[in-house]
């Protein structure tokens, strides 16, 4: 299995330019995630999604776009790039329930918008 | 909302224990551990569900007072690979989202 993949690995962008961040896993997890972590700072939600079809806004959604047509892909769209974006982003997934299942993470996209 | 984590950051010598504590305002359905080492992404260690249960991995275990809605994650014997942020993550409901706190440092020195 190669669990979570996140591509691109870096990616540089200017101000006003749009992309997506691709995360694909392939261990049937329901629950996938993104999250961003700005220099010695915690992990904040942006978006999230419980199964196909679902999604919801986390602690910081605004300029971010998410979609879930499938159980294992994941998207995050950046509408408007601006320079306060810039982050390493990870997207992570797990299985519903029970008392072992945390997130696996994939090994981040690190943005820069210049 | 964000669990609160305390302390901020702990340096150790080896084979000495530490705490680390995480607390939330709110009622808790289960609070999550992970570690990250630098320029690395988050590993999980453990989670816990409300009812006080109390989990272990090698020499790192953690408690969950479902009262309090307080965890509090146990190092003991550090070793140098124990260095690195450690993240409480916490779930209001079973079908909610993970928020994380702003994490602890843990440097392990010889």
Partial sequence: NAGVTQTPKFQVLKTGQSMTLQCAQDMNHEYMSWYRQDPGMGLRLIHYSVGAGITDQGEVPNGYNVSRSTTEDFPLRLLSAAPSQTSVYFCASRRRGGSNYGYTFGSGTRLTVV | ?110
């Fill in chain 2, 1 to 110: 909302q964000q669990p609160v984590q305390s302390p901020q950051a702990v340096i150790l010598r080896e084979g000495e224990d530490a705490v680390i504590n995480c607390s939330s305002s709110k009622a808790l359905y289960s609070v999550h551990w992970y570690r990250q080492k630098h320029g690395e992404a988050p590993v999980f260690l453990m989670i816990l569900l409300k009812g006080g249960e109390q989990k272990g991995h090698e020499k790192i275990s953690a408690s969950f007072n479902e009262k309090k809605q307080q965890s509090s994650l146990y190092l003991t014997a550090s070793q140098l690979s124990y260095s690195g942020t450690y993240f409480c993550g916490t779930e209001k409901t079973s079908y909610d989202k993970v928020i994380f706190g702003p994490g602890t440092s843990l440097s392990v020195i010889p």
